[in-house]
Structures are given as structure tokens and as C-alpha cells.
């Protein structure tokens, strides 16, 4: 079982950063085994994918919308992955979610991760 609490969101301008925090607790396991993934949803759509890390940090994946804009990194030794978000525009706004995937494989797909955070809201304002 891997419980994943998100910190961070808040409301910011257009053209403003915010960094979020997601820090997992692995009973029993190791949190480098797991690639891990953040996700949005805004009102009325889907979740999306947003960014993800393999389990030593070395490779990265973004969607499109958030190349060059947003940086994921994690921190084995605290148990923790950041999403650094720099020039956030108002299609930014949504609720984030951090989400874990035991193994090596990195991918994109939401249904291929099996823990999730609760979710912290990002509202970037025009």
C-alpha cells in the first residue's frame, strides 16, 4: 500500500510559478520501485497526463501542453517527487494528482497507476 499527499496548490497569475510536493509513505517497500506521475483534471474534462519520472529520476515525460513550462523530479531519499511549474498560463487551472506505478516501466496512460493522492487544486488566474 502506498498513500501519496499533495501539497503546494493555491491560486497565482498568469506568468507566475508554483512548485508542488507530493510525499509518499511505502509500507513495507521501497519508494524507488515505483515510477511515479502527475495528473490534472479541470472542471468538466478529463484527467490528463502531465508529467511523469522513472524510479532514479534520470528520465522524464511531459505532455505537449507543458513542455519547456514544467519539470518533475523526485528525491528517493525522502520519499518525495516535485513538479516544478513555471509560466503557467489559465488552461493551467486544475485539481493536480500525484499517482504511483510500482515498476520500471514509465507510462502515460492513468490506468496503469494504482495509487493516488487526493488531489491539490491550481488556479492561475488572467
Known amino acids: 500500500q502506498v498513500q501519496l499527499v499533495e501539497s503546494g496548490g493555491g491560486l497565482v497569475q498568469a506568468g507566475g510559478s508554483l512548485r508542488l510536493s507530493c510525499a509518499a509513505s511505502?509500507?513495507?517497500?521501497?519508494?524507488?520501485?515505483?515510477?511515479m506521475g502527475w495528473f490534472r483534471q479541470a472542471p468538466g474534462k478529463e484527467r490528463e497526463f502531465v508529467a511523469a519520472i522513472n524510479w532514479s529520476g534520470i528520465s522524464t515525460y511531459y505532455a505537449d501542453s507543458v513542455k519547456g513550462r514544467f519539470t518533475v523530479s523526485r528525491n528517493n531519499a525522502k520519499n518525495t517527487v516535485s513538479l516544478q511549474m513555471n509560466t503557467l498560463k489559465p488552461e493551467d487551472t486544475a485539481v493536480y494528482y500525484c499517482a504511483a506505478k510500482r515498476g520500471l516501466v514509465v507510462v502515460t496512460a492513468l490506468n496503469e497507476y494504482t495509487y493516488w493522492g487526493q488531489g491539490t487544486q491550481v488556479t492561475v488566474s488572467s
Open positions: 511505502a509500507s513495507g517497500r521501497t519508494f524507488s520501485m515505483y515510477t
